[in-house]
């Protein structure tokens, strides 16, 4: 049957060059298990979980069956000052695989909002500890946390936020934390710890009173798989603590399974006081986020408002959302049942061995990698970013998804992914990063 054309005038693309991706557009129109298939029928496996969503994989039924009857019983209801039970049913079950002392869960649609929720929390804390003067955030260069205000503010990727200083709030960046040496690194480096006295720095320049929060994702995703250095996450959480600073751990990719544990936090052995989820949480079939925070943080920000009124005022109108729990549920039920966490622990070896036999072709210059996610550098083109999106195109081309952030791809496959699809994947990374010219 011949394809009606599509008209693409109206829809304005996220993170896109539209003008580009008219010329040459990319379309997927279902999925399945590790592999999309274009309009024409054309099959792209997907070596990116779909946007790391997918832990999964696609199409899983139960999440769509789950889904279907949350739809017959209660589509929709509020959560401001009303409630549908299945939402602290959702909540009670994180909290069975969060991090010690991490069990009182705040829900949104995005992982952007996860963020600026958090930061909000932060805020009202110290607040409600006495201590409003806590204004200013720390984050890292090269760090990305979303794309709504507080998210832009804490960037550490300037492009995302460039655009838009007249709105960002009071920020201090440390620096990152990948160097020359740490190139073709399996896991984590040995050196760099010392990075994290950056925030004792900040903390004697500016004022340790005056800090409400340090942001970090305990493995840089969007930028190209950072991996700390060993005791840097350690050391953070020491200095924090030395100051009354809370630790901020943005687990919005790493989260559910992607390092082998349930959580980087638990993986890496560091607690943080806030923890921000979405992505993988309903396996990327309806948008959800959540904001996890210790059980004293939301004590405290409760017990200091004696009125009758909201004791944070903050949330959405698809604040846990009954159809988008239900999601969750299921997805959380598939990781359990067929043990997606410990299968990404014993599949990470195969996968980065596999990764790191891309290290000789002509178009590699750095490889780095942890549990279920790489990130593959590429070498410079003639500006800026138009290497990675060349490859990225050459790549869905000969039939391989993988997202790209300027010239860094972001190997990530979902937990379900066999050895066979993995070789797959990497004899076509291999076809296209070998060629001479690209």
């Not at 710890?193 to 340090?214: K, N, Q, R, S």
């Not at 750095?366 to 410079?380: C, F, N, V």
Request: hydrophobic share 40%.
């Amino acid at each position: 049957m011949t394809q009606m054309p599509i008209n693409m005038d109206h829809h304005w693309m996220p993170f896109t060059n539209n003008r580009l991706f008219h010329q040459e557009p990319q379309m997927f129109e279902r999925a399945e298990g590790v592999r999309y298939w274009t309009p024409e029928g054309r099959e792209v496996l997907d070596g990116s979980s779909g946007l790391f969503t997918c832990a999964a994989g696609h199409g899983r039924k139960e999440i769509a069956e789950a889904v279907y009857k949350q739809l017959q019983k209660l589509d929709y209801t509020p959560h401001f000052q009303r409630a549908a039970p299945i939402s602290f049913k959702l909540a009670e079950a994180l909290s069975d695989i969060l991090p010690e002392g991490l069990d009182r869960v705040f829900f949104g649609s995005s992982g952007s909002e996860a963020v600026d929720s958090a930061i909000k929390i932060c805020l009202a804390y110290h607040k409600a500890m006495g201590e409003p003067q806590r204004t200013r955030f720390v984050s890292r260069s090269w760090a990305y946390h979303g794309v709504n205000l507080g998210g832009t503010s804490l960037a550490g990727m300037v492009g995302n936020r460039r655009d838009f200083a007249g709105v960002t709030c009071d920020v201090v960046h440390m620096r990152h934390t990948w160097n020359e040496e740490q190139r073709f690194t399996t896991g984590q480096p040995e050196e760099g710890a010392h990075l994290a006295e950056d925030l004792e720095e900040i903390c004697m320049t500016y004022g340790g009173e005056t800090i409400a929060a340090v942001f970090v994702e305990p493995i840089a995703g969007s930028i190209g798989t950072i991996v700390p250095p060993l005791g840097y996450l350690q050391r953070l959480r020491e200095i924090a603590d030395k100051y009354g600073i809370l630790l901020v751990f943005d687990e919005v990719i790493t989260g559910f399974g992607r390092t082998g544990s349930a959580f980087a936090a638990q993986e890496f052995g560091v607690t943080p006081d806030v923890m921000t989820l979405a992505k993988a949480l309903t396996n990327g079939a309806i948008p959800m986020s959540a904001v996890a925070v210790k059980t004293e943080i939301q004590q405290t920000v409760i017990g200091s408002i004696s009125a009758d009124r909201p004791e944070l005022m903050h949330g959405y109108t698809y604040s846990a959302h009954p159809v988008a729990c239900a999601a969750a549920l299921a997805t959380l039920g598939i990781y359990e049942s067929e043990g997606l966490f410990d299968r990404a622990a014993s599949l990470s070896p195969i996968f980065l061995d596999a990764v790191f036999s891309l290290r000789n072709l002509p178009h590699v210059t750095d490889l780095r990698g942890y549990g279920m996610m790489a990130g593959i550098q590429l070498t410079p083109g003639e500006a800026p970013g138009a290497k990675g999106s060349i490859v990225q195109r050459r790549l869905f081309d000969e039939g391989l998804h993988v997202k790209a952030t300027g010239d860094a791809l972001i190997f990530a496959p979902a937990l379900t992914t066999s050895e066979e699809d993995l070789s797959m994947m990497v004899d076509i990374l291999q076809t296209v990063l070998g060629r001479a010219e690209l």
